[in-house]
């Protein structure tokens, strides 16, 4: 069977479930191995309000002891543009045969606000921004937090604290729903 849908809202009562089993059958289409090391790449800035989904959904990633999944980029150590090559390199020199999901902000059109999309295939950081940063992950998920095309910056400044921070919840919770069917086909 095939899952059509790559998206959820925020708004949606179920959206942190439709959103595990988004991830859950991406996992399973591109054969991620339960030996494989899985990266859960938070990138973004804390100095931004709408570029923090990444560190914010990282920070609340740590706090639920998702283990064995291994989670880069908080509040604390932010993984953005000036360190995203940095943070690369050792993903590939520690891990042997990392699985990476990355987690974004990202600017879309005013009917996208408010959506989480989860996509196969690396993320294009800074695109939103007209910045060229390297692409990484085997799948990616975006937070849509506000409307892009214009004066990126100042819109990612302006950008409500409230969606961001309630993205990061339902990411996070999708992901611990995630990591928890995971380790139970470990154990069976």
């Known amino acids: ?3 059509e849908k790559k998206r959820a809202h925020i708004n949606d009562q179920n959206a942190a ?3 595990n089993t988004i991830i859950y059958h991406h996992l399973i289409n ?4 339960l030996e494989q090391s899985l990266i859960l790449l938070c990138i973004g800035t804390d100095r931004s309000t709408g570029d923090s989904l990444g560190p914010l959904t990282g920070t609340l990633l740590k ?7 291994i989670i880069i980029g908080d509040i604390n150590k932010p ?35 408010g959506y989480i999309d989860v996509k196969k295939g690396p993320l294009k950081p800074g695109t939103g921004v007209n910045k060229k940063l390297p692409e990484i992950g085997d799948m990616h998920i975006t937070g849509l937090v506000n409307v892009g095309g214009y004066m990126e910056y100042l819109v990612l400044q302006s950008t409500r604290l ?11 919770a999708a992901l611990e729903l995630t990591v928890r069917s995971l380790n139970q086909e470990k154990v069976l």
């Open 1 to 3: 069977m095939i899952f």
């Open 17 to 19: 479930g439709l959103l």
């Open 79 to 113: 993984v953005h543009a000036s360190n995203l090559e940095e943070a690369i390199d050792l993903i590939f020199t520690k891990y042997h045969n990392p699985f990476v999901i990355s987690i974004d902000a990202g600017l879309g059109k005013q009917s996208s606000v």
């Open 162 to 172: 409230s969606i961001v921070l309630k993205m990061a919840e339902i990411i996070t």
């Open 63 to 69: 706090k639920s002891n998702l283990s064995p999944a």
């Open 30 to 33: 591109l054969n991620y191995r």
